[in-house]
């Protein structure tokens, strides 16, 4: 019985990295064929406020960017402000910032929605994973100083950006950004080590004797065990096809007590009496609430999930709204 749980276990393990290792090479490749596409790159909408001239004015394209008309190419060679006319070497700079921001953007947003919508946070209510850890800890720090970089190639003052659309969006981003960074670091450094603590106390091992509390948490879900009570005693269905993720023909749900329930059964005890008892009930406390840290912990989870929906909204506002 504990070799075919310790295969299992291994075998979800397994096919979990491969799945994030796929996914991880899809964002990757989604986002290079997206710097590969024709970039439509906005025009300086201070200039055009200004002077009540569109951007087809200075630029080929209609939508701003990209090479210059010979009035724009006129305009840019009275520049001195170097953001406005770069030198190459910082132009190139500017280029491989803003590459490795979007990069990171799709391999951090891709792990949270992948998290949160697939694998959902209950998975790491026992731990923070290693591995989704130190890519929201890198993408954060790399994020921050290319970010901090382009806004600073982009404005030369703080006042600036509160003078254009594009400023008070990208000043919204910001603010989103720095709510996830703080609400991150909360999560590692306070919920995390709680987290953890809860995961070393032993929730849902089988143990001699258990009360209705220790059966709560052997409810055959997040990699624990599935067991039921029936008669003062505990049976382990684990293993049964028939309890798959703790769930009986959508009507008894592991980790309770099925004794009265099994009145209204189809079947007779007999059935449950076949599968293995691996404890005896004993009268108990029954289990509380979720603890405070845990309940911040979904909170948290599912808000930076919903800043990440915002950020992609501000992103298609940059690009398409009116």
């Avoid at 190139?92 to 998290?115: C, D, E, M, P, S």
């Avoid at 982009?154 to 603010?175: C, H, M, T």
């Avoid at 592991?254 to 004993?282: F, Q, S």
Wanted: with cysteine; proline share 4%; glycine share 10%.
């Amino acid at each position: 019985m504990n070799s075919g749980r310790l295969q299992l276990t291994v075998g979800i393990g397994v096919g979990y990295k491969a799945a994030m290792k796929r996914t991880l090479l899809i964002l990757l490749a989604v986002a290079i064929l997206a710097l590969m596409l024709p970039a439509a790159a906005f025009c300086t909408e201070e200039y055009a406020q200004k002077t009540g001239r569109a951007c087809s004015a200075c630029h080929v394209s209609s939508s701003g960017g990209g090479e210059l008309t010979p009035a724009g190419k006129e305009y840019a060679a009275t520049l001195s402000d170097w953001r406005q006319s770069p030198p190459s070497s910082l132009r190139l700079l500017r280029f491989g910032a803003g590459y490795l921001h979007i990069l990171t953007a799709f391999l951090w947003f891709g792990t949270i929605l992948y998290v949160h919508l697939v694998l959902k946070p209950a998975y790491a209510a026992n731990g923070l994973p290693r591995g989704e850890m130190l890519v929201g800890l890198v993408s954060m720090l790399v994020m921050g100083l290319t970010g901090a970089f382009l806004t600073v190639f982009r404005f030369s003052s703080l006042a600036d950006l509160f003078q254009s659309r594009f400023g008070i969006l990208l000043s919204v981003k910001i603010g989103l950004f720095l709510i996830m960074v703080i609400s991150a670091l909360f999560v590692v450094l306070v919920i995390g080590p709680r987290l953890r603590q809860k995961k070393k106390g032993g929730k849902g091992s089988i143990k001699p004797e258990m009360t209705t509390a220790d059966l709560d948490d052997c409810n055959g879900k997040e990699g624990m065990p599935a067991c039921f009570g029936y008669n003062g005693r505990v049976y382990d269905v684990t293993a049964s096809r028939l309890w798959k993720d703790g769930d009986h023909m959508r009507r008894h749900a592991a980790g309770t007590n099925l004794t009265e329930a099994l009145k209204l059964a189809p079947h007779g005890e007999d059935k449950v009496l076949a599968m293995p008892v691996v404890a005896t009930l004993v009268p108990g406390e029954t289990k509380q609430g979720r603890p405070l840290h845990e309940m911040v912990f979904y909170f948290m989870a599912y808000m930076n999930l919903t800043i990440v929906f915002c950020i992609i909204l501000i992103l298609a506002a940059w690009r398409w709204s009116w």
